[in-house]
C-alpha cells in the first residue's frame, strides 16, 4: 500500500508534499517541458513584486561547494504581467500555484496582497521576507522579527480568509524561532524556511568578488544542515504551525530528513537546475522511503525526530541547541 | 523551432584531443534527433557526490547517426568541470540535457555568409557551416584564437569553407591579430550578406560593430554563466533591445544563446543599463 | 622572489599566516607527527575550560555535504591539565600558541584569563564566544554584542597588555559587523571568524538525528561562502581591525580568497581531518599563488577585494549586502 | 609502538570481491613496513571535488611485501563512501593515511587465543593470528555474521587455526546465533589464556561479559564514527576506565581502537557517565 501523501498547509488540501522553491522554477512553462506542473503539489512563483524588476547586474551566479550563490535580484515583469501572462496559464494546466510576493516596504506588500486578493487561481501567498526594507537602511526584514510581523499581518489583513499566507524566514539570524513566533503572532497561517543565508565568493583570478552584485545568497545541500536545524528548531518551538522545508533537497532522504525534523512540505530549489525533472523524482523516492519504513501517512513522519523512539540506542541524552 | 529538451544518461564513445581541446562524443539519440545548428547541451561534472552542482553548458558541435544519435561536444579546460570531462573514457556515462536554446536562423534564400568562430566558439559553425550550404548559400570562414593549438577546426573550415581566415593575437597560425581584424577584408571581398559569430562577448561586440558599418546582418551566439540552462533560474540574462524598442534582460539560456547582434548592448553587458525595463529607479520601476 | 609573508595579529608577529582553527589540532603532537608545529603562523588551542570537561555522547559527528557537523562540547583537561602538559610541549618545540579560551559566564573567562596571565609561551589569548550563557538561558555569547562586549573587555582586562585578545564570532547573527564592533569597543585587539553556524542532520533510517547531541556545528567549505561574507562584511566596516579569517580553507586558493576578503591570516579546521599536512601545504600553495600575482607582501594582498580595481570589467556596479 | 603515519597516494593494485565484502590491494610501502596486527588506515573518497570531507577508516586485513608493500583492506559497501571505493578498479589511485592507532598487544609468553570476529570484524584477524602463531600461540576462530555471505575468512581460519566456529544468526552457514553464543564453549573447550575480539558495539560487549566470566584477559578493538582518524578531533571517543580508575572519554583513534575489553563500559557508550572525568555536573567538573 502506498502511504497517503496529502498534506495541508493550514487548510488546503495538497495532493502531495513536493513544491518548487520560489525564484527556481520560471514561471512553470520551462518546467512543464519536462513535466506536469499539476502534479507538483504546489508551483510557487519567484517573488512578485509591484513594479517590472530588471534585477542586479551579471555574474549572478557563482558556484560554491555542494552550493550556488545567486544574486538575481528579483527580476520579473511585475504583478500586473503576472496576473496577466503567467498565472492563467498556471491555472489552465491545473496547478496549484502559491504566488510569493517581494517588497521593500510594507506598504508595497501590502498593495501587493491587496491586488491579488479575490484573484481566481491562487492557493496560498508566500510572502517572501529576505527583501531589504528601505525604510530601516536596507535592514532584510526577516532579520528583524517586529519589522517581519508588521509584514505580515497587513498582508494577512488584505488577503482573503480562505487564502493562507505563509512567511518566509531566512536563516541568518540569532533566533529563527523568535522571527517564526513573531510571524505567526502576526498572523502567518504556515512558515516556509529556509530562504538563502548571505554568503559571498572572490574570484582569485580577477581579485574581485565573483558575483557583480558582490554578496549572493548561498542554495543548494550546502545548506541542509542549516535548514533542518530551523526547521528542527521552529517546529519544537510551534509544533502546530505547518512548515514547508527547503534548502538543498535533492533526493527523497533530503526531503524526508526535513520532513523528519517537522515539515508538512518540502520545496526544491537549486536542485531543479541541475535536473529538471527532480521534483516528480524527489516525490516518487520519497514515497518509496515511507512505504519502505510502514508510513501509511506522510502526516505520521511529519517531526517524528523529535518523538524519542523508546528502542533507540542514542536517545538517552538531551537534544540541546549548541555548536559545543 | 525544435522539440522539448530531454535528459539523458549517454555512453561515451570517444573521447579524443584536437589540439588544446578535448572531443567528446556522447550516445543521446533524443538529443541528436532534435538538434538545430546552435543548440547546445548542459552536461552534469563530477559524478555521484561531486560538490558541483551546476551543470556546464557545451555548444553541441556535431551529431551523427551512429548509435541511434551521438553529439559531440569540443571544450577546453577552464576549471575542475572541464578537467573532469577532459579525464571521461570511453564507456564512461554522461548525464546530458538538451537540445537547448534558440539555434541559429537560417536565411530564406540562398546568399553569402561569413562563419567567425572565436577559440572554442568555432565549435558550432561546422554543422551551421552545412546546413547553409544545403540551402545553397557560400560561406566564408574567420577562426582565430590568441595562439596556434587553440583554433579549433582549421581544416574543416578549409575544406568546407569559399575562404578561410585564420588569425592568432601571436602570430603562430595566419595574420597577426584578431578576427575582427581582418573581418572587414572578408565581408568585403565575399561581398556577404550575413554574419554568424560565436566566441567571447567582446569578440561579438567587435563582429557586430563590423557588420553594423557593413549594414548587414549578424547572429550572434553569447556565453553567459548559467546555473540552470533551461530558463528557470534568471542567472544568464544579457540587456537586449526588443522589437519595441525596449531593453529587457533576457535569458542567453532560452531567448538565446544566439540573438541579432545589433539589439545585444554589449556596451552596457555585466550592467544593468538605465533604461532596461525594471532598472532601478528608471522609467519603469 | 618570494612574497614576504610576516603578518601581524595588533603588534604581534607572526612568520605566516596559517594557523591551525581551535579545536581541530588537537594538543599540537598529533599534528606534529607530520609537521613541524613551530613552523605554522600559529598553533591554535582547542578552547580551554576552568573545569575538565567530558563533552557531548558520541556519535559526535555527522558528514554533510561538502561539510561537517560536530558537537565534541570542548571536551579537555581544564586549564590547570593544559598549562602542565599540553603549553609546555608546545613552548619547547618553538610554537607560537594563541590559547583559545571558553566558558559559560562572563566570570569563568575572566577566570581564565587570569589564569593565563603571566604564562610564558602564551602568543595570544582568543576568546571563543560560541558558547552558551548559562546566565542567559543558554543563549550564545556571540549571539549578543554586549555579552560579547563584556566577555572581551574583562579577558581583556585580565589579560597582560602585550598579548593580544583575539574575539571570535559566530555566523548566525542578523548583523556580524554589530558584533564585531561591539568586541572591538569592548576592547579585542583583532576578531576570528567564523565559527560554526549550528546545524543539524537526521539519518532517514533510525529516523533520529544524527549527532547525539541533536544540533551540531557546520564547517568545512560548505560554510566558505558564509566566512567570506562575514569577513568581508566585519573587514569594510573595520579595515584597521586584524583579522583571522576560517571557515572551509582546504587549499591556498581559499586561503587567498579570505585574504582578499579582508583577512590577516587564516586557519585551517575541518582540512586537517583530511590531510593532516594541509597547513604547511596551504600555506606552501598560498605563497604560489601571491607570488604568480606579483605580490611582494602577503600585507598587500589584504582586502584587496575590496578596492575598484580600474581595470576591471566588473567593477561598474556597487556592491551591497543583500541576498536579492 | 610502530613508526609515524604517513600519507601515501597509493595505486590500486588488485580489487576483488569476496563474497558480501570488496578486497583491495594498494601499493603503500611506508605504511606496509610499518604495520602490526590490530592497525588501520583512514583512506580519501569520492575522488577530487568530492562531497564527501572525512576519511573512512578501515583496518588492515594484510601487508604483502610486493611492490614495496602493499596493504589490503576488506570493506562492506554501507553508504556513498564505501560505494565508491567498490568501483575502483586496478591502476586508480587511493589516498591513504596510516598505519594508524593501537594494535593488538602480543602475549609474551606462548598461550591459547581464541580470536573473535563478527562480520567485517574478522578482517584484522588473519595477521594477528599469524603474529601469535610465530610466538608459539594455539589460536581458535570464532568468526559470525548474520548470513552466510557475510561471514568473512572462513576458509582462512579453517587453515590457520586449531578449531573454527562459524555462527550465523539465519542459520545458513555454521551454528545458529551469534559469536557470543558459541564462544563460552569455545574458550572452555581449547581452554584458552586470552580472546581478541573485533566487531560491533554490542558483540564486544558480550565478548567481554563472556571472557570476564571466564577470568582470562580480552583484547577488543572498536569502531566508534571517525572524523579524522589521527587524533586531533575527538569526535570517536568512548567511555574507558584508567588504570586511576577513573573514567574518561578516550579516542578510539589514537589510544585505541584496541582496548582491554573490561575497561570500556560499553553499556554507556554514546553516553557521558555521569563519572567520567568531566562529566557535567559530575565530581571532577
Ligand atoms: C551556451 C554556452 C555554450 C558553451 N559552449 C562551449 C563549448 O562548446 N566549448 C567550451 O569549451 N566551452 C563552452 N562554453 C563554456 C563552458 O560552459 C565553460 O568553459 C565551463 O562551464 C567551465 O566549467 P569549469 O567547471 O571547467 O570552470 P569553472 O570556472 O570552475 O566553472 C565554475 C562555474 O562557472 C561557470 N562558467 C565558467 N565559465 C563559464 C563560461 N564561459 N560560460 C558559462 N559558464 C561558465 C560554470 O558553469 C560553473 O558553474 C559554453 C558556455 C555557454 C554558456
Ligand atoms: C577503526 C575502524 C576500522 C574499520 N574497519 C573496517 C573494515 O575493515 N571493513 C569495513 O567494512 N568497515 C570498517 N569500518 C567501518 C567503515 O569505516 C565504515 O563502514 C565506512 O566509514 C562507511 O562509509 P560510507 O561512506 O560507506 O557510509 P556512510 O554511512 O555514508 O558514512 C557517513 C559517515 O559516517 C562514518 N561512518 C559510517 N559508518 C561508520 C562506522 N561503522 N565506523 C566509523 N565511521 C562510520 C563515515 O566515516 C562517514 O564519515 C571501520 C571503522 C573504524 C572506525
Ligand atoms: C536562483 C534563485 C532564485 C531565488 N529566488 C527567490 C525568490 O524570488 N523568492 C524567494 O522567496 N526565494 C528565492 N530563492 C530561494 C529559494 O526559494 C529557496 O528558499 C532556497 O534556494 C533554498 O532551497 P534550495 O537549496 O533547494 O535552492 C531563490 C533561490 C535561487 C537559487
Ligand atoms: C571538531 C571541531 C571542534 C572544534 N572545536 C572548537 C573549539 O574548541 N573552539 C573554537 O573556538 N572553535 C572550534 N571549532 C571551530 C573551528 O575552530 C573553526 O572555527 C570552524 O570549524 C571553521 O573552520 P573549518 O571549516 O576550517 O573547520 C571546532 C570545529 C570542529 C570541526
Ligand atoms: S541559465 Fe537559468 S535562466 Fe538561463
Ligand atoms: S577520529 Fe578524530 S580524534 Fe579520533
Redesign the interface.
Known sequence: MTADLRTYLAHVELPNPVLTAS????TGR??A??SDVHRLGAFVT?SITM?????????????T????L?A?GL????VEAFLERELPWLAERGARTVVSIGGGTVTEYTALARRLAGVAGITAVEVNLSCPNVEDRGRVFARDGAAAAEVVASVRAATPYEVPVIAKLSPDVADIVAVARACVDGGADALAMINNPVGMSIDVDTMRPAL?AGTGGLS??AVRPLAVRCVWQVHAALPGVPIVGMGGVTTGRDALELVLAGACAVAVG?A??????ACPRVLRELEELLQERGFDRLADAVGLAHRPAGAQPRSRSDLEESSL | MAG??V?VTGTVLTTRRVDAYHALTVVAPGIADRFRPGHFVTV?V??????????RAFTIHDVKPDYGGTVELVFGVRG?GT??LADLRARDTLDL?GPLGRPFPLPRDPCTCVLVGDEHGAAPLFALGDALQQRGCRIDFVLGAPSADRVFGALRARRMGETTTLTTEDGSLGMRGKVTDVLPGVIADARADAVYACGPMETLRGVTAVAVEFDIPVQVAVE???????????????PVIGDDGVT??VRAC?EGPVFRGERVRFDD????PFD?????G?R??
Open positions: 525564484g527556481c522554477g520560471g520551462e518546467l517541458q519536462f519567484r513594479a517590472p524588476r530588471a534585477g542586479r547586474p551579471t555574474p549572478r551566479m557563482a558556484e561547494p555542494s552550493g550556488l545567486n538575481v527580476q520579473g515583469p511585475g557583480a543548494g545541500p537549486t531543479l537546475f541541475h535536473d529538471p525533472y | 522539448s529538451p535528459q552534469a563530477g559524478g555521484r557526490n561531486s560538490s558541483m552542482l551546476t551543470r575542475a578537467a573532469w540535457v553567459e554563466s548559467m546555473a540552470c540552462g533551461i530558463g528557470v533560474c534568471m542567472t544568464c540574462v544579457v529587457r534582460m532560452t553587458v555585466g550592467t544593468i532596461a525595463l525594471g532598472a532601478p528608471g519603469h520601476a
